[in-house]
């Protein structure tokens, strides 16, 4: 069974509009949930989560955990073109998997002109 | 000034031939992994490395074998490649298992034909 998933898996929007992306996540012995943003080549690292309600923001982006609901979100306000990427959500756990991090199948994202 | 660096970039070669790819990092970084991204952009991890404590992936096959040398190196090592190890190896480090985010190379592109 998965341990994150992903949805939508793919979203088409224009430019200007306000996307939110969705990561649910399994509770045992997690530790932190991260956010990556994949355009051709790396993964880069957006924010990383380990309270729940606490809000994380960097300019036009932002993300909150909900650590009873076990699920994340990243939103994206007004966005441009240059945030067509592929956004992964990562769950890091504690014990045998310390330090690995799971992806879940990303949200494809291609925001039009 | 490139954190974690990977060569080659792009990798040919035949089935059942053996090669490596090579990951330096000079973040001071002490843990590092190895992933894998399939075809559908899945990343999986393969092993993550932390002061000589391996951890491996159960669903690796034995025919890679990580290698590393110092703290800021972990090379890759595949044996008699197959046509399903084509995918892109992204090698990555952190700090404290992953307390202040994880930061990616750019990737090495294998084909196997």
């Known amino acids: 069974e998965d341990k994150v998933v992903q949805s939508p898996l793919s979203l088409v929007v224009h430019e200007g509009d306000t996307v939110t992306l969705n990561c649910s996540y399994e509770v045992t012995n997690f530790r932190s949930l991260l956010w990556y943003k994949q355009e051709k080549k790396a993964p880069t690292f957006l924010f990383m989560l380990?309270?729940?309600?606490i809000e994380k923001k960097s300019g036009r982006l932002s993300s909150i955990l909900d650590k009873k609901e076990l699920f994340s979100i990243l939103n994206i306000t007004a966005t441009q073109t240059g945030d067509s990427a592929v956004y992964l959500c990562?769950?890091?756990?504690?014990?045998?998997?310390?330090?690995?991090?799971?992806f879940g199948k990303g949200t494809k994202l291609s925001v039009k002109p | 000034d490139t954190a974690v660096s990977q060569t080659p970039k792009y990798l040919v070669t035949q089935m059942g031939n053996d090669k490596s790819i090579k990951c330096e990092q000079n973040?001071?970084?002490?843990?590092m992994y190895w992933y894998k991204q399939d075809s559908k952009k899945f990343l999986k991890i393969m092993f993550s490395y932390n002061n000589k404590e391996l951890i491996i992936n159960e669903t690796v096959p034995n025919r890679f074998s990580p290698k590393s040398p110092d703290k800021a190196h972990l090379n890759l090592h595949i044996n008699s490649l197959e046509l399903g190890d084509s995918a892109v190896y992204f090698c990555?480090?952190?700090?404290?298992?992953?307390?202040?985010?994880?930061?990616f190379g750019s990737g090495t592109r294998l084909t196997v034909v």
């Open positions: 973040l001071g970084h002490d843990t």
């Open positions: 990562a769950w890091g756990g504690y014990g045998g998997s310390q330090g690995n991090l799971i």
């Open positions: 990555a480090s952190s700090q404290l298992f992953g307390d202040y985010g994880y930061t």
């Open positions: 380990t309270s729940s309600g």
